[in-house]
C-alpha cells in the first residue's frame, strides 16, 4: 500500500511538503488530480500518480497547465472534489481558464495549487503569485509548516464547496520542499462517480451570463472575508507592543526570531494563514494595539500594501514598513538570521549578527564554481555537438532560441548553446521573429514534453506564416528535468502506464512542416550529415532528434552497462571533447599534461566520446565475461 | 513532541548531485522523529540537481526554520571536499565538521576554466577556523563496504560517533534497516559502521 495511504489518524509522518498537500487531499476525499510538473510541485502529482495506480483516484499528467486546470474544472462542475498542481508559471499558462473559473465557480471542491520560487531555485522567474488571488477574487489559503499544508489541503476543500468557488493553496519551495513531523488525520472515502447537471446560464460564459457571475463572485468574496476573520486560520500571538505581521514561511523565520531575540514579551504577531480576502476587521483591532508594525513577507509587499490600506482608515495609525532600506527586499526568498536581524534592527533590539567566514578569502583565491550540467550520456550533449561541428564546417554564425528542461543547461560553456528564452513553448516563436527581423540562422532547440506542451502552436503559426528557423526538437522520451513524468510522446512508457502515445514525427508532419527528418544523436555522423543540410536550407525546417533520456533508462532498469571506455595514449592533450563536448565523465589531469581519463563511475557509456574523438584515442573495453 | 530538553541543532549537508544527501537528511530526520524531537528538514530538487551542488539541511529542537544562515551550522555533513570548503561560510568557530576528503572534479575544473584547491589547504582551513573537524576518505570506506554509493552511511556512522546527534547508534541502524532499499541493507550497515569506526579512531 502507498505510504500515503497508510497509517492511522494520530500517527506522525516526516513528510515532504508535497507529500502533506497530498494526504490533506485524500483526508478530504480528493477524487481528481492534474498536473503539469514542474519544480517545485512536481512531488505532488508523482504521489498521486504512485496513489492512483493502486486505487480508483483519477490522477493524470495533463499537456499543459490550462488542460489541468481544465480537465479538474469539468470534474468539479461535475460534483467530484479535485485539486490540480503546478508551479507558479504554469498558473500564467492556466490563467485564462482560472480568471473565468472564478466566474462559473465549482460544485465539487476544486484546489489550486499554486507552487512558487522565490530565490528561482528552478525557474525563469520568481513572480509572487498571491497576485493571482486578487487578480481572479478568489480565496487564498498559506501554509507555513508541512502541517499546516496538510490541514490548510483538506481545509481548502470543505471552504471550496461552501462558497462554491476555487480555492487557491499557495506555496514556497521552503514549504514543498522541506519535510517535518505531520500528524495524520482519517482519510475520508472518495466519491468518484459524478454527475453533469445541465445549468448552462451558470457554466456558459458568454456576456450576459458573466455579468450576473460577475456580480456572484464579488458576493462570494465577502462570504470569504468573513469566513477569514473567524477561520482560525489568522492568529494573534503574545501581547506585545511591536507588531509583526506574517505569512508562509517567513512566519516560522519569525518565530525563530522573536525566540532569539528573547522578545517574547514585546511582540504580538499576525500570523496569517488565510491571505485572500484578507480578515479587514482583525487586522484593524491588531493596528490598533500595537505602536509599530513590522510585514515580513517574501517578495511583492503584497500583505504591505493591504495593511497599510487597513491602517489609512484608523485615526492614529501605527507606522508600518516591511519593504525598503535597511528592511527586507522583494528580491529572493528570506532565511531565519536575515529575518532576525531585521525585526532587531526595526524594533531597536541590541542584536550582532554573526559574521560568516569566507572560505575563497581564506584560501586566498575564487573557489571553483561547480553548476549543474548535463549528465554523462545525455543525448541532447551530443545534439548540441553535431549543431556546433556543423556550424563550424559550414563557416555560419547560429542564434539559438532555446526552451524550458534539462537542455536549457546548454546555455553553459563549452556547449553555449543558448541565445533567447522566455518561458515554456517561447523557442518556436521567438525564432519566427528573430529570423523575419534579420538575415541570421536562426535554430531553435525544444523538449518533447515542452513541446507538447506549447511548442505547437508555435510551428503551426510558422508553417502558416512562411517562417524561417530550424527547429530541432531534443526528444528524450520523458519529462526529464522534474523527474521523468510521462508526457504524451512517452517512449518507452512506464510499465503499466496506460496513456496513449502519440508520435512528435506524425504530429510535425500534419502540421505541415515539409521538411521533417528524425535522427539518433549518439549516431554522430548521421546526425551530422542531416542537420548540416538542415542548416543549409530555407523554410521551417524540423529535426526530431530522440534517443531516450540515460536517466530514465537507469530507472526503468533497461539500461545496462555493457561497456567501459578507456583513453589510449594517441590522445595528445588536444582537449577537443572538452572544448566543444565537455561529458562530466571526460577528465584532464589534475594537474600538467596528459592524456585524459575516463571516470567509470560517472560514465555512462553512450559511446559518443569514441566517435568524437578526432584522434580515434578512446575505446571500448569490453567488461568481464564479455 | 515529548522531548522538553532545550536542544536546538543545525546539520547542514551538502554534496554533489547523485551523492545520497537527500537521503542522508531524510534518515536524521527520521532518526529524530523517532527519538521524539522536534524536526525540520530542507531538501534541493529540480535543477539544481543535475551534476551540481546539493544542499540540505536538518534542524533539531524547538526551532521552525527549516533552513540554515550562514555563520549558524552547528554541525557541517560534507559529501565532497570542495563542497564543505566551500560551506566553512555556514559554519562557526565552534562547528563540527565532517567531511570526506575524496574529491569530484567539477567540469569548470576539468575544461580549464578553473583549479581544484590543494585537498591539503582546504582541510587546513577547515580545521583552524572550526571547532572540530573529522576528514574522512568515504569514497574507499564505502567501496570497502560494497558500495561506492554508500558514502552517505560512511558520513552518517562518523556523524552518530561523534556524540553530537542525540540519537543511539541502535535507533540510527534501525532507521537505515526499514528506511532504505533491503538489496543495499548490508553494504549500507557495514558503511555506516565503517563510518563510526573511522570517527571513533579520529577522536
Known sequence: MHPLLAGQPGEKRLLLGNEAIVRGALEAGVAVATQYPGTPSSEIGDRFYQISRETDLYFEYSTNEKVALEVAAGAAASGLRVLCAMKHVGVNVAADTLMTLAYSGVRGG??????????????????????????????????ASPQEAKELTSYAFQLSEELALPVI???????????????????????????????????????????????????????????????????????????????????????????????????????????HPLPVGLIRDFLSSVEKVLVVEELEPYLEESVRAIAAGLQQPPPIQGKGPRLFSRLFEYHPGLVRQVVATYFGVPYTPPTPLDPAALLGRPLPERPPNLCPGCSHRATYYAVKIALRDLGVEGIFPTDIGCYTLGLLPPLSMADYLLCMGSSVSTAAGIA???????????????????????????????????????????????????????????????????????????????????????????????????????????????????????????????????????????RHCLDYFGCPALQPPLEGEGPLTIDETLCNACGFCLQLCEKKAIRAKSTKGS | ??????????????????????????????????????????????????????????????????????????????????????SLNRCHARSLVITNTGVNVPYTVAIGQSTYPPVAQMLDLLKAHTGRLFALDANTLAQQAGSALAVNMVLLGALISSGRVPFSVETFTEIIATRTPKAHLEANLRAFHLGREAAAALA
Not at chain 1, 506555496?171 to 519535510?179: D, F, G, K, L
Not at chain 1, 453533469?196 to 458568454?206: E, G, T
Not at chain 2, 543535475?50 to 552547528?74: M, Q, Y
Not at chain 2, 554541525?75 to 566551500?86: D, H, S
Open chain 1, 110 to 143: 476544486l484546489v489550486l495549487v499554486s507552487a512558487d520560487d522565490p530565490s528561482l531555485f528552478s525557474s525563469q522567474n520568481e513572480q509572487d503569485n498571491r497576485y493571482y488571488a486578487k487578480l481572479s477574487g478568489l480565496p487564498m489559503l498559506e501554509p
Open chain 1, 169 to 275: 493553496l499557495r506555496t514556497t519551495t521552503r514549504i514543498n520542499h522541506s519535510r517535518g513531523v505531520v500528524v495524520l488525520g482519517e482519510l475520508k472515502p472518495r466519491v468518484r462517480q459524478g454527475h453533469f447537471a445541465k445549468n448552462p446560464f451558470r457554466y456558459v460564459m458568454v456576456p450576459a451570463v458573466a455579468r450576473q457571475a460577475h456580480s456572484i463572485l464579488l458576493d462570494q468574496q465577502a462570504k470569504a472575508a468573513a469566513v477569514a476573520e473567524t477561520c482560525g486560520l489568522n492568529t494573534v500571538q503574545g501581547r506585545g507592543p511591536w507588531g509583526i505581521v506574517s505569512s508562509g514561511v517567513s512566519a516560522a523565520y519569525v518565530t525563530d526570531a522573536i525566540a532569539d531575540l528573547g522578545i517574547g514579551d514585546r511582540v504580538s504577531l499576525l500570523k496569517l494563514g488565510f491571505t
Open chain 1, 436 to 574: 523575419m527581423a534579420t538575415d541570421q540562422k536562426v535554430i531553435a532547440f525544444i523538449g518533447d514534453s515542452t513541446f507538447f506542451h506549447s511548442g505547437i502552436p508555435g510551428l503551426i503559426d510558422a508553417v502558416h506564416n512562411r517562417h524561417n528557423f530550424l527547429l530541432i526538437i531534443l526528444d528524450n522520451g520523458t519529462t526529464a528535468m522534474t523527474g521523468h513524468q510521462p508526457h504524451p510522446g512517452v517512449t518507452p512508457p512506464p510499465p503499466g502506464y496506460g496513456g496513449q502515445t502519440i508520435d512528435i514525427f506524425q504530429v510535425v508532419q500534419a502540421l505541415g512542416v515539409e521538411q521533417v527528418k528524425l535522427v539518433n544523436p549518439l549516431q554522430y555522423r548521421l546526425t551530422l550529415a542531416a542537420i548540416k543540410e538542415a542548416v543549409a536550407a530555407d523554410g521551417v525546417r524540423v529535426i526530431i532528434s530522440r534517443s531516450p533520456c540515460v536517466l530514465y533508462l537507469q530507472r526503468l532498469g533497461q539500461k545496462k552497462r555493457a561497456k567501459t571506455f578507456v583513453v589510449g595514449p594517441e590522445c595528445r592533450d588536444c
Open chain 2, 1 to 86: 513532541m515529548t522531548k522538553t530538553e532545550d536542544l536546538q541543532l543545525r546539520i547542514y549537508c551538502t554534496g554533489v548531485g547523485g551523492q545520497g544527501t537527500l537521503l542522508a537528511t531524510r534518515l536524521l530526520g527520521e532518526a529524530a522523529m523517532a527519538a521524539g524531537y522536534p524536526v525540520q528538514v530542507a531538501e534541493t530538487h529540480g535543477m539544481a540537481q543535475r551534476g551540481g551542488v546539493v544542499e540540505s539541511t536538518v534542524v533539531l529542537g524547538s526551532l521552525a526554520s527549516p533552513i540554515i544562515s550562514l555563520g549558524e551550522a552547528d554541525i557541517l555533513l560534507g559529501f565532497e571536499i570542495l563542497e564543505t570548503f566551500r
